[in-house]
């Protein structure tokens, strides 16, 4: 037996993520809301600012959305160090994870 680690077995059996428009068994065409995907394309506002953004791409950004919690904060008149921002939920998660649990603890 190898000691090399393995992934569960069931890992193996989970269907790849297929974006854009899913299909229903002789149903209609389906909008995926629930991955964060809009049916009316994307929006000229966001174009414009990923094309401005472009211009500092050689730079890594700010890892801790300065300027982002503070109009979050703002926004909601909250204190902008009680808000955490990170690439999503897993990554949120992920970072909750390591600065909570200990090795050999269990989570739910």
């Known amino acids: 037996m190898s ?8 890992i ?4 790849t993520y297929r974006p854009g428009r899913s299909r229903v068994e002789n149903g209609p065409v389906l909008a995926k809301l629930s991955a964060n995907e809009s049916p009316l394309g994307t929006s ?3 174009l414009k600012a990923a094309v401005d ?3 500092n791409a050689a730079f890594y950004p700010d890892g801790s959305a300065r300027l982002l919690r ?3 904060a ?3 008149d909250i204190d902008p160090d009680r808000i955490m921002c990170g690439a999503g939920s ?7 994870a390591q ?3 200990a090795p050999g603890t269990e989570a739910i």
Request: proline fraction near 9%; hydrophobic fraction near 45%.
């Open 3 to 10: 000691d090399r680690p393995r992934p569960n077995e069931s």
């Open 12 to 15: 193996a059996h989970i269907a």
């Open 44 to 46: 000229p506002k966001a």
């Open 53 to 55: 953004a472009l211009s």
């Open 70 to 72: 503070l109009a979050i």
């Open 74 to 76: 703002k926004a909601h």
């Open 90 to 96: 897993d990554e949120l998660l992920h970072l909750l």
């Open 99 to 101: 600065a909570y649990l």
